[in-house]
Structure formats: structure tokens, C-alpha cells
């Protein structure tokens, strides 16, 4: 059994599935530089792992 995900886990999976699919983000070396949401999604990435992974959306 594997361990549940912690919410900076989450948000950084939930980021990188956006990224693959997303025509923007996946062409783009920084993500500065891709689109609105993916950019949102890495904030929250960043925000949960400054807070230690307290709960993000």
C-alpha cells in the first residue's frame, strides 16, 4: 500500500498532468513562460511547499 499524498504532492502532480497535455506549457522552457492556468497551478505548487504542505485547494 503506498502512502496518500501529501497536498504539495498533489499540487505538483496536478501542475505536471496540465503541462503534458497543455499545448503552451509543454513547448515553453520555463513556466514564467506558459499559460494562465498552468502558471496558477505552479503557484499553488509553490505555496504548498512553503507552508509546509498545508491543505491547497
Do not use: N, T
Not at 11 to 35: P, Q, S
Amino acid at each position: 500500500m503506498s502512502a496518500p499524498e501529501s497536498d504539495w504532492q498533489r499540487a505538483y502532480r496536478l501542475w505536471f498532468e496540465h503541462a503534458r497535455g497543455c499545448e503552451v506549457c509543454k513547448r515553453v522552457a520555463a513556466v514564467a513562460e506558459g499559460c494562465a492556468e498552468g502558471q496558477e497551478l505552479w503557484g499553488g505548487y509553490r505555496l504548498a511547499r512553503i507552508d509546509g504542505g498545508k491543505q491547497w485547494p
